[in-house]
């Protein structure tokens, strides 16, 4: 299979960090490139619009300085999330800045687009896609992606409803490019596993919530600490996508886990109603995002002390005797 070169000798372990929405910031991203991951961000988490040039100049400098005083241990890259959906009307501003500052990786959501992916690839840029299932890889690769995020169950966030088993096998039958898993990973040998599976990288989210460079507030961090795979909820009720959700931030917004109506999936990112009125809680906000594999998480460390258990825990994975 092929590889971009912009990965070679820059990963401690083959993981790429999901970008979060409203979590990731500069900081976290900093030190998981420092650690050895892929670090990555939402454009939109830049607010106003004009912060995203200030990030960008942020992370590229002290990941510069950091590679200078570290030159057998260069920092990963890192990579820019645009949400390709049309009710993005921050995209064209936002691609221009990542343009101007050479952003070397790309991820996509919601949507592939022929021409963003041409820009990208312009500049030297690789992009990743991530889709749900087959029918959305093909159309990922056929616009230009360079790599697959594969979203299986138990993904964090906006997640698909595939085992990572055929998920992973039925892609590999046609596409020998870089495929990063996603889904109910928490630890070391989740890492191995993807790899195992015919994956390059695991995709980690929900563990990087549980760090101190999280823009997330302690309630949120300390919910996932405390949580399991059995308090998580699927639903599109909140954004109008389905995703995975934490079952006490459902219940602390006064709503039955058990009993959520159905969203219609046309809609995103509402949270009125006809009347002008709340008609339910903010997703991100007030309902909290998470995976499955917060079962693995018990504590709120750093980035880097996270990355380096994940490691352990990859490197002694093996096969134990029959």
């Given amino acids: 299979m092929s590889m971009p070169a912009l990965f070679k000798g820059r990963l401690s372990i083959p993981v790429i960090g999901a970008p979060l929405f409203i979590i990731s910031v500069p900081d976290l991203v900093i030190a998981q490139c420092k650690a050895g991951v892929v670090g990555s961000f939402p454009a939109l988490n830049a607010r106003p619009k004009?912060?995203?040039?200030?990030?960008?100049?942020?992370?590229?400098?002290?990941?510069?300085?950091?590679?200078?005083?570290?030159?057998?241990?260069?920092?990963?890259?890192?990579?820019?999330?645009?949400?390709?959906h049309k009710s993005n009307n921050?995209?064209?501003?936002?691609?221009?800045?990542?343009?101007?500052h050479k952003v070397p990786?790309?991820?996509?959501?919601?949507?592939?687009?022929?021409?963003?992916?041409?820009?990208?690839?312009?500049?030297g840029c690789v992009v990743f896609h991530d889709v749900i299932n087959q029918k959305f890889a093909h159309k990922a690769v056929e616009k230009g992606a360079d790599g697959l995020i594969l979203v299986a169950a138990g993904a964090g966030g906006h997640a698909g409803e595939l085992s990572p088993f055929p998920f992973v096998a039925e892609t590999r039958q046609w596409f020998d490019?870089?495929?990063?898993?996603?889904?109910?990973?928490?630890?070391?040998?989740?890492i191995r596993a993807a790899r195992?599976?015919?994956?390059?990288?695991?995709?980690?989210?929900?563990?990087?919530i549980a760090t101190q460079e999280a823009n997330a507030v302690e309630n949120y961090k300390q919910m996932v600490t405390s949580s399991t795979a059995e308090d998580i909820v699927y639903s599109n009720l909140f954004t109008g996508v389905h995703g995975n959700y934490l079952k006490p931030s459902i219940v602390a917004a006064g709503m039955d886990p058990e009993n959520l109506p159905v969203s219609d999936p046309s809609k995103m990112n509402f949270g009125t109603d006809a009347s002008g009125e709340r008609a339910k809680p903010k997703?991100?906000?007030?309902i909290w995002g998470s995976g499955q594999g917060v079962g693995s998480v018990k504590k709120i460390v750093p980035a880097a002390e996270l990355i380096a258990r994940f490691k352990k825990e990859y490197d002694e994975a093996v096969d134990p005797p029959l």
């Fill in 105 to 123: 990786m790309m991820i996509t959501s919601l949507g592939a687009r022929e021409e963003l992916n041409q820009a990208a690839h312009n500049w």
């Fill in 177 to 190: 490019g870089p495929i990063a898993l996603s889904g109910a990973m928490g630890n070391g040998r989740a």
């Fill in 90 to 100: 921050r995209l064209d501003h936002d691609l221009a800045v990542c343009e101007k």
């Fill in 196 to 208: 195992m599976l015919g994956a390059d990288f695991a995709y980690i989210g929900s563990a990087f």
């Fill in 283 to 286: 997703a991100w906000k007030e």
């Fill in 50 to 84: 004009e912060l995203l040039d200030e990030w960008l100049a942020q992370i590229k400098e002290e990941l510069a300085a950091y590679d200078k005083a570290h030159p057998e241990r260069p920092s990963a890259p890192f990579a820019v999330n645009q949400i390709v």
